[in-house]
């Protein structure tokens, strides 16, 4: 197997892939990303932590807090960082719901979904300088329905929301 970087950015890469699979030479395409973890944030009254965020082509997506993992960071780790700069909330326990390849045919990523509860605010947000966020807060059923109604695009927030509520039989 050969492989040659196309691209290197900021939190991504492209890489081509050149490889044997069953006697055959083929030629892979494919998205470099460190990986992402998720958090599904009920706060202290039981309601779903929610960041709307400007995330272009889209424009404004609500989705659940996630960010990608810095260099040799765990999932874990991320997820404790991440929602507390995304909300201003800080989570005393997290607990991993699942782990997910967003697009298996061409993209390395993975993202690591966490189930954080009974949340306390102890700051403002601490975003960084290209994001563009503000914090919604929703009930759990609400949030399905807007999954059922495809008024949710966010892929995490999707499997996280589904696989949480069909562990705990919400539906």
């Known amino acids: 197997m050969k492989k040659k970087k196309i691209y290197e950015g900021r939190i991504l890469g492209l890489s081509l892939y050149d490889l044997i699979i069953q006697g055959r030479r083929v030629k892979r395409e494919v998205i470099e990303h460190r990986g992402a973890a998720a958090i599904l944030a009920f706060d202290e009254k039981g309601k779903i932590i929610l960041v709307k965020q400007h995330r272009f082509p889209h424009g404004y997506v609500l989705e659940i807090p996630a960010g990608t993992l810095e260099k040799g960071e765990k999932p ?21 719901l699942l782990t997910y390849y967003p697009s298996v045919g061409y993209n390395r990523e993975a993202i690591h979904c966490f189930v954080a509860k009974n949340l306390k605010k102890t700051s403002g947000l601490m975003l960084d300088e290209d994001e563009i966020i503000s914090v919604v807060k929703m009930d759990i059923k609400k949030l399905i329905s807007m999954i059922k109604t495809g008024k949710i695009i966010d892929s995490k927030t999707i499997c996280a929301v589904l696989t949480y509520a069909a562990k705990n039989k919400l539906y």
């Not at 874990?76 to 991993?96: D, N, P, S, V």
């Open 76 to 96: 874990l780790k991320c997820a404790f960082r991440e929602i507390q700069e995304e909300t201003g909330y800080k989570a005393t326990k997290m607990t991993h």
